[in-house]
């Protein structure tokens, strides 16, 4: 019953960074997902895959998991660059196709 520590990353749906600033800890599969014959749906015994825990620093998922025994992975987030733009962009010199309405 391993567990992942890591930085959840944005929804692809959403515009906004929503959950993204906590940590989360989830646990790695213990059973194989098997596909049930009569339906055709995919489901496991292990009842730890529904579980997952946030918290504010990974400090303390870090310290949570050392005080139950867990084993844990931490993963680091990407840090992913920032781009900085001006609205007087749109109308410079500099930029390679002309400024339409």
Sequence with gaps: MTARIFKPAKNAMQSGAARTKEWQLDYEPE??????????WTSSGDMKQQITLR??????????????????QVIEPKVKPE?????????AFRRIEPWTH
């Design 83 to 91: 781009r900085k733009a001006a609205y007087a962009d749109n109308f």
């Design 31 to 40: 059973q194989a997902r098997v596909i049930e014959p009569l339906m055709g």
């Design 55 to 72: 918290f504010e620093t990974k400090e303390d998922a870090i310290a949570y998991c050392e005080r139950k025994g867990i084993p844990y």
